[in-house]
């Protein structure tokens, strides 16, 4: 490494533009709007979005709200004639992989401007400045992707859903950032199913190569960038000062995969955090409830009827013999845990 973390972490460009893209569907457009607001709420940069709207709903929505410094795309309008070509006939999750690629090779050929260009997973939620967490990457690189850093009890994951996560692909647009995502989107176009047993896992497995081929990559060593479900039990989730840590260092971001929400009304949810994981124990006060209450809010201030839920209580009593269940109030901002 050129510096310490410590040092890279300290030298902060608070002037620096951001073009981030992401896409959603309608059940996980809060999720994306919180994904937004959290970014420009813990950064100083000047950031710029692209959002991919899925179907026509969250489209519509999108275009009513009007974000500052958001462009709102649909398939016609990102206009790759391949990918549209899959709408339809690939099946639905495996379309929204490959539209990941796509949508990334479409904005790093469309912006002009900005200093770093990047996709985010729509489930992601910043806690910290996206410029100081792109100090990390050194001069020398122009792009940065982040490992699955799996927990002790997960480390066979790795060689069925690859070493790598999607959450966050980041970079300065170098001709090697350009060709590699330009040939990532070949690759997703081509195939994006899973079939763990010969390690592909959507779009995601494809990244496990490209630290053998391209010397401009660079992957993050903060544990902070892309904490998740999956390596949560490897650390220690603190707050200090109003500033969220983990094993005493900042977190960037959380990735809220297996979050349920049953929105029970615009005041009261019904929770699983982390459906299908074995946690040692839920950072609820530290990194769920801010992002529980983010959504519950944007759920009632925007009126969004068409979010992700889960319709029966019997699946949550059912799951709740192997996830602990919470209901969360935004009256009483506390959670009540059943087993």
Not at 28 to 57: K, P, R, Y
Not at 256 to 281: D, Q
Request: hydrophobic residues 40%; contains cysteine; proline residues 3%.
């Amino acid at each position: 490494m050129e510096n310490s973390l410590s040092e890279k972490a300290a030298r902060v460009n608070t002037s620096r533009a951001v073009h981030l893209c992401t896409l959603f569907d309608k059940n996980f457009l809060i999720q994306g709007l919180a994904l937004i607001e959290s970014v420009s709420a813990q950064t100083t940069s000047d950031v710029s979005w692209t959002v991919l709207a899925l179907d026509s709903e969250s489209y519509l929505k999108l275009f009513e709200l009007r974000i500052p410094n958001l462009n709102v795309l649909d398939f016609n309008t990102l206009a790759d004639a391949d990918l549209i070509a899959l709408v339809g006939v690939r099946p639905w999750r495996e379309l929204c992989w490959t539209s990941a690629a796509c949508l990334l090779a479409y904005t790093l050929r469309n912006d002009k401007t900005s200093e770093f260009v990047g996709y985010v997973d729509a489930d992601c939620y910043f806690f910290g400045d996206i410029s100081e967490m792109l100090d990390e990457i050194p001069i020398s690189k122009s792009f940065a992707i982040h490992e699955h850093n799996f927990s002790a009890d997960r480390k066979d994951w790795e060689t069925k859903s690859g070493r790598f996560n999607v959450g966050v692909i980041i970079g300065r647009k170098s001709a090697q950032f350009i060709y590699c995502i330009n040939r990532w989107r070949i690759n997703v176009l081509d195939r994006c199913d899973v079939d763990q047993a010969s390690g592909r896992c959507g779009d995601q497995s494809y990244l496990n190569s490209w630290p053998g081929e391209f010397s401009d990559l660079y992957i993050f060593e903060q544990p902070g960038v892309g904490v998740a479900p999956w390596n949560l039990n490897n650390f220690e989730i603190s707050e200090k000062d109003s500033n969220i840590l983990v094993d005493g260092l900042p977190i960037y971001f959380f990735h809220f995969h297996g979050l349920k929400v049953g929105f029970l009304s615009s005041w009261l949810s019904l929770i699983i955090p982390a459906s299908g994981y074995k946690l040692s124990y839920i950072p609820w006060q530290e990194i769920y409830s801010p992002y529980i209450d983010k959504l519950m809010k944007l759920k009632a201030s925007e009126g969004l009827t068409k979010s992700r839920r889960i319709n029966s209580f019997n699946w949550y009593f059912k799951n709740g013999i192997k996830n602990r269940i919470y209901i969360a109030s935004r009256l009483t901002h506390r959670k009540t845990g059943l087993n």
